[in-house]
C-alpha cells in the first residue's frame, strides 16, 4: 500500500507538470493559486489511485502499476456517470495488462515507472488538445471515447517501443522524448502577452480648453429590465439609479447588435455592425484563432475605422481602457486602437480542459466559473492609472465590466438571492449554460437569474465605487460620464441562455443608457426617445469639442431621430457545434410598438412590444401588410448580404 501511495504521489506530479508545460504552451493563463490546487488535486486522485492499484494488483509490476494509475486520469477525461466509469474499469485493466507486456521488462522499476507514466499521461493530454483544437465534425462519443481514452496511453507505449529499436536504454531514450516534447512545446508555443497593451503615441495637440474628462463604463451583458434603475422589483442597482437622478436616463435605448464584439465596436465608432465590419464572417471559418483556442469566426475591428480613443486621443486626450471581456476586447480585435494603455488580461484563460477541471468544477464550482477580472479590481486598476496621468490633458477612460455575463455564480455578498434557493449547491454545479435551446425547469430558471441579478449587483458595486472615487477627486461635476451595456442575454426567456447568435428578443437589445453632461447646469431626467448605442460615439465626440466625422450614424444624444436597427451574421462556430438553427443571419427594426425581425432564410416576426413584451405573439401571419412594410423598410437599410463564399462542410484543423 505504502509503494501504491508513494507511486501515485509521482504520477500525480507527472500529471501536474505535463499539464502545466502544456497550458503554458498553448498559451492558458491560470493564475497561481488555481494552478497549484489543480496540482493538489491531481496528486491526491493519483495518490488515491495508487493505493488502490497497490491493494488490487500486489504483484503488478512497474509499467502496470503506472498504466492502472493512469487509467484514473482517462476516468476524469471521461467525466463523471457511474455507467461509464463501470464500462471503463475492464477497459482500464485490460489496457493496464498489454501496457505491462509492451512497456519491456528491463530492471530499473523506478524509471520505467516515472517513463510509464510520462508516455500515458502524454497521450491523454495530446488527446485532448485534438479534442479542443481540432473542431472534429463528429467527435468521438460513448463506448468509442472510452475505448479511445483506454488504448491512448498503450498507442504512446507502442510509439516508444518503436523508438526503442533506434535508442535502447531507456534513459537515454526517456531523455531523447522529453528533450523533443519541450521543444515542440517551445516551437509551437504561443503563451499569451497579458501585460497591458501600451501605445505612447501623444498628439502634440494641447487639449481645447474646458476639455472634459470622458468617462464610458459598458456592462457587459447587463439587460435593461433586470436592473432597478429601470424597475426591475429587485434592488439590482442602487448606486445606478443616484447615479441616474443626476443624469438623463434614457428609458428606451437598444444595442445593435446581441453580443460584444460588433456592440462595443458599434459604441466606439458611431457605425451599426455591417459599417464597421466587426462582426462574425458570415458563416465562414477565418484563418488564425480567436483567444480562447478556437477557430477564428469574426473579423477585428479595422485599422481604418476611427474609434473614440483615436478621436480623444488626437485631441490630446490621455487614453486608458481597463477591459474585463478578454474574449472579444482582448487586443487583437481591433478595440485597442486609440488608447495609450489598454489592459485586457484575463483573470484565468484555460485553453484547454484537462480531467482535473471537471473534478474541480464539481468540488468549487465558484472558482471555476470565473474566468473574468471583476468590476471592483477593474475599477482599482483603473483608478491606480487615472491618477498616474500627467494633469493639464482630460483623460478619457473606458471600463469594461463582466460579472453579469455567464458562466454565472455571483460572489458573496453577491449570492444573496442565490444561495437561499433550495438545490443551490446542486445547481451550482449544473453546466446550465449551453447554446441549445432547451427547457429550463423553474429551479433552474430561478437559480440562473439569483446569480445573473448578484452580478448585476456586483457590477453595480464598482459603478458606485468608480463615481465615488470621481467625488472624492474633484473629476465628477465637469466630467462626461456615460453608463451603457453592449447587450444583454437571454435567461431561459424562449427556451435559452446567452446571447451570441441568438434571436435578438427584447433582453438582448433593451439596454441601459445613462449620461451625465458636464457642467453643474446640465440636463437632468427620464427621456422616452428611442436612441441607440451607436449614440455614444457621436455625443461624445461633440462634447469633447471634437467634430463629428462624416458617416457617422449615430447621432448627438439626447436630439436623435434616426431608425432603431440591429444585426447580426450566421457565426460558423455555432452552425458547426449547433447546428442548424443558427444558420441564418438577423435583421431588425424597431418602430414605436412595432418590432421586426427577419431572416436571412426568409422568416420574419413582428410583435408588439407593449402589448406582449415577452414577444410570445408573432402578428407577421395576421398583420401581413405591416409586416411587408416594415420589412421593405428595413431591406432598405439593412439589407441582407450575398452568402458568404462556400467553406468547407467539415473544418479542417486549424492550420
Ligand atoms: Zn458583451
Redesign the pocket.
Known amino acids: 500500500m505504502l509503494r501504491g501511495l508513494g507511486l501515485g504521489v509521482l504520477s500525480g506530479a507527472v500529471w501536474a507538470l505535463l499539464e502545466t508545460t502544456l497550458h503554458w504552451s498553448v498559451g492558458s493563463l491560470i493564475p497561481p493559486d488555481v494552478l497549484g490546487l489543480m496540482a493538489t488535486l491531481d496528486v491526491a486522485v493519483a495518490a488515491t489511485a495508487g493505493i488502490l492499484v497497490g491493494l488490487a494488483f500486489p504483484q503488478a509490476g512497474a509499467a502496470t502499476t503506472a498504466l492502472g494509475v493512469a487509467g484514473a486520469y482517462g476516468l476524469m477525461r471521461v467525466g463523471p456517470g457511474l455507467k461509464a466509469e463501470l464500462a471503463f474499469l475492464p477497459l482500464a485493466a485490460g489496457a493496464a495488462w498489454l501496457g505491462g507486456r509492451l512497456s519491456g521488462r528491463d530492471a530499473d522499476g523506478l524509471l520505467r515507472y516515472v517513463h510509464v507514466a510520462v508516455l500515458a499521461a502524454l497521450g491523454l493530454l495530446l488527446f485532448e488538445v485534438y479534442l479542443n483544437e481540432s473542431h472534429a465534425a463528429s467527435p468521438p462519443r460513448g463506448i468509442a471515447l472510452l475505448a479511445l481514452v483506454a488504448a491512448l496511453p498503450l498507442a504512446a507505449l507502442a510509439l516508444d517501443r518503436l523508438l526503442g529499436f533506434l535508442v535502447g536504454p531507456r534513459g537515454r531514450r526517456f531523455a531523447l522524448e522529453l528533450a523533443v516534447g519541450l521543444a515542440a512545446a517551445w516551437f509551437y508555443g504561443r503563451p499569451l502577452s497579458a501585460t497591458p497593451f501600451e501605445d505612447p503615441v501623444v498628439t502634440g495637440v494641447p487639449p481645447g480648453a474646458g476639455a472634459p474628462d470622458v468617462i464610458l463604463v459598458?456592462l457587459?451583458?447587463t439587460r435593461a429590465d433586470h436592473l432597478s434603475t429601470y424597475g426591475y422589483a429587485r434592488e439590482t442597482s442602487p448606486n445606478l439609479t443616484a447615479f441616474a437622478a443626476d443624469a438623463l436616463l434614457f428609458e428606451d435605448a437598444h444595442s445593435t447588435v446581441g453580443?460584444?464584439l460588433p456592440?462595443?465596436a458599434s459604441i466606439l465608432t458611431g457605425l451599426y455592425p455591417s459599417r464597421h465590419d466587426a462582426r462574425s464572417a458570415g458563416g465562414v471559418w477565418l484563418g488564425g484563432e480567436s483567444i480562447d483556442g478556437r477557430r477564428n469566426v469574426a473579423r477585428p475591428l479595422g485599422p481604418d475605422k476611427t474609434t473614440l480613443a483615436e478621436l480623444l486621443r488626437d485631441r490630446g486626450y490621455h487614453t486608458g481602457a481597463f477591459v474585463a471581456?478578454f474574449s472579444?476586447l482582448y487586443r487583437q480585435f481591433g478595440m485597442a486602437q486609440g488608447f495609450q494603455h489598454y489592459q485586457d488580461e484575463p483573470w484565468m484563460l484555460l485553453r484547454l480542459r484537462p480531467p482535473i477541471v471537471r473534478l474541480m468544477h464539481g468540488l468549487r464550482p465558484a472558482l471555476w466559473l470565473r474566468p473574468y477580472f471583476p468590476a471592483h479590481d477593474i475599477v482599482t486598476s483603473a483608478l491606480a492609472w487615472f491618477d498616474a496621468r500627467s494633469p493639464g490633458r482630460p483623460t478619457f477612460l473606458f471600463l469594461n465590466f463582466m460579472d453579469a455575463?455567464e458562466p454565472w455564480l455571483a460572489p458573496p455578498p453577491f449570492d444573496r438571492w442565490a444561495t437561499p434557493l433550495p438545490n443551490a449547491r446542486l445547481l451550482a454545479t449544473e453546466d446550465l449554460y449551453t447554446h441549445q435551446v432547451r427547457h429550463f425547469t423553474a429551479a433552474q430558471r430561478d437559480f440562473i437569474v439569483a446569480n445573473y441579478d448578484g452580478g448585476v449587483a456586483a457590477e453595480d458595486a464598482a459603478l458606485g465605487e468608480l463615481l465615488d472615487a470621481l467625488k472624492a477627486r474633484g473629476r465628477y461635476d465637469d466630467a462626461l460620464i456615460i453608463v451603457v451595456s453592449?447587450?444583454g442575454t437571454l435567461l431561459g426567456d424562449h427556451d435559452q441562455v446567452g446571447?451570441i447568435g441568438r434571436i435578438l428578443y427584447e433582453p438582448l437589445l433593451h439596454v441601459p443608457l445613462v449620461v451625465k453632461f458636464p457642467g453643474a447646469d446640465h440636463p437632468r431626467g427620464r427621456v422616452a426617445t428611442p436612441v441607440q448605442t451607436i449614440d455614444v460615439f457621436a455625443t461624445a465626440s461633440r462634447v469633447a469639442g471634437a467634430a463629428v466625422p462624416a458617416g457617422t450614424q449615430g447621432q448627438v444624444l439626447p436630439d436623435v431621430n434616426h431608425p432603431i436597427l440591429a444585426e447580426d451574421e450566421i457565426n460558423a462556430y455555432l452552425v458547426w457545434s449547433v447546428g442548424e438553427h443558427y444558420d441564418r443571419a438577423l435583421r431588425v427594426l424597431v418602430e414605436g410598438n412595432e418590432k421586426l425581425i427577419t431572416t436571412s432564410k426568409g422568416g420574419r416576426m413582428l410583435f408588439d412590444v407593449a402589448q406582449d413584451p415577452g414577444e410570445q405573439h408573432d402578428l407577421a401571419p395576421t398583420e401581413p401588410a405591416r409586416a411587408d412594410a416594415m420589412e421593405k423598410e428595413l431591406e432598405s437599410l439593412l439589407p441582407f448580404e450575398a452568402p458568404a463564399p462556400a467553406t468547407a462542410a467539415h473544418p479542417a484543423p486549424t492550420g
Do not use: K, V
Open positions: 459598458t457587459d451583458t453580443w460584444t456592440s462595443h471581456n472579444y455575463h453592449d447587450h446571447h
